[in-house]
């Protein structure tokens, strides 16, 4: 990819040189600081000049990181850079679609215009859709490319896991569970959830007869873990041992790994979109082949 540049942004510099190797393109310079009194500090010491800049920017905590990110595509503008592609595997503020009380902010639909006021494309993998069907209905940035992990995930079951049974929380998840469990031919159950708070749920699962399947939770992301601790704690009422939580996105902290470890998850695996400690499931190879067709 001639005439390609990519910079990491703080915290991505792992998945950053992954992508760098792959493509064979230049890892840009560049000085990303905070001053004292917090305010952000950014200079670029590559040559930009009509060039496609590839930014990597996961965007968990997102209130931290859009100001370095606005400042540094700016900054990349004011150079001459012919244009600008985020790769951020995480895409934050996909929730609040809706006002749901009077007075509330939509959010997601603000957080898509200052995102699409900032770059030429956006490549990431599995936003949290609901009732935003598609990201071109929020999104104005003429080029924007959706990924999926679903086939990783399968790949990660089948070299790893011995006669499992994925189970996924909610309607929702069941268009990619069930996509996941086409490629290798496995069974799959869905729950019902009902939501009584950011942290409480209730959650029915369906019989499952066969004991001697291995439990496979997955969920697109784990946050507070809340659903995933209401199904294992039914998994474990119902005779099951050593159930799997996988997660795309791992937004969840030591405390919940805890939680779930103690509720009967034997192991908690996840992609690589945000680092984290529970991070098996490379995706940078989809990323990579994403930038190939986009940028």
């Known amino acids: 990819m001639k005439k390609t540049i990519i910079f990491s942004l703080p915290g991505n510099i792992k998945l950053t040189q992954a992508l760098a ?16 009194d917090g305010e952000s500090y950014i200079r670029v010491d590559s040559d930009v000049k009509n060039k496609t800049v590839i930014l990597v920017c996961t965007l968990d905590h997102p209130n931290s990181k859009i100001l370095p990110l606005l400042f540094m595509a700016r900054t990349l503008n004011d150079l001459g850079a012919k244009r600008i592609c985020l790769i951020a595997p995480y895409l934050p503020y996909m929730r609040q679609d809706k006002s749901f009380h009077p007075g509330e902010a939509i959010s997601s639909l603000f957080f898509a215009q200052l995102l699409s006021s900032l770059i030429d494309s956006l490549i990431t993998i599995d936003p949290h859709l609901h009732r935003i069907h598609k990201l071109s209905e929020i999104y104005t940035i003429p080029c924007l490319l959706t ?44 729950g019902q959830k009902k939501r009584l708070g950011d942290r409480q749920v209730m959650i029915s699962l369906p019989e ?34 050593n159930s ?13 790994e805890n939680k779930l470890t103690i509720a009967g998850a034997k192991q908690i695996i996840t992609c690589n979109t945000i680092p984290h400690s529970t991070n098996k499931i490379d995706i940078s190879d989809i990323i990579a082949k994403g930038i190939v067709e986009l940028c």
């Open 147 to 190: 990924l999926h992990a679903t086939k990783k995930i399968a790949d990660w079951i089948q070299h790893h896991m011995k006669d499992p049974i994925l189970i996924g929380p909610d309607e929702e998840s069941k268009q990619w569970i069930a996509e996941i469990a086409d490629f290798n031919n496995l069974p799959f159950v869905i």
């Open 244 to 256: 799997v939580c996988i997660g795309v996105h791992a937004l969840f902290d030591k405390e919940t």
């Open 21 to 36: 190797n792959k493509l064979a393109i230049e890892m840009g310079k560049a000085e990303i600081r905070e001053f004292p």
């Open 208 to 241: 499952i007869k066969n004991l001697n399947h291995v439990p496979i939770l997955v969920d697109d992301v784990i946050s507070t873990g809340v659903s995933m601790l209401e199904t294992l704690k039914q998994l474990t009422s119902r005779g099951f041992k």
